[in-house]
């Protein structure tokens, strides 16, 4: 796994437009893929560097097989821990077998374009990992 490269990526819950308005505009991030209208969007600090921010319409997560939001009453998922793989299907056997609990296994997501899969920490933390291998 690549931790040295892992991003991070904001569930939007409530408004896109304002959260893609308050990275671009207040923050000064450039938009490397996506646009205002989402579900999703990559974010970079200069135009020559690679993104290091992204946002996702929290609905799109329901997409995932095996993703279920908190119980009511308790926080929602807000921020995801993006970790990029080299090897997804070798890193999901070797931390399965470690213990780590899968939400399922990973997947190839059409409509987001690439395969990964979720776990929790044992604080509740979602963390993606996802296929950096071009394939």
Do not use: H
């Not at 646009?35 to 200069?46: I, L, M, Q």
């Not at 604080?123 to 071009?134: Q, T, V």
């Amino acid at each position: 796994m690549k931790f040295n490269e892992t991003t991070i990526r904001i569930l939007v819950r409530k408004d896109y437009g304002e959260c893609y308005d308050f990275y671009t505009e207040k923050l000064g991030l450039i938009p490397v893929w996506g646009d205002r209208n989402g579900p999703y969007t990559s974010f970079a600090v200069s135009s020559d560097a690679p993104p290091c921010f992204a946002i996702f319409s929290g609905q799109g997560m329901q997409l995932f097989p095996g993703y279920v939001q908190p119980a009511a009453g308790g926080q929602p998922d807000t921020v995801v821990g993006v970790i990029p793989t080299l090897d997804l299907d070798g890193d999901y056997l070797r931390l399965k077998k470690a213990g780590v609990q899968f939400l399922s296994e990973p997947q190839r997501m059409e409509d987001w374009g690439m395969r990964c899969t979720y776990f929790r920490d044992p604080e509740g933390n979602l963390f993606e990992l996802n296929d950096a291998s071009g394939v």
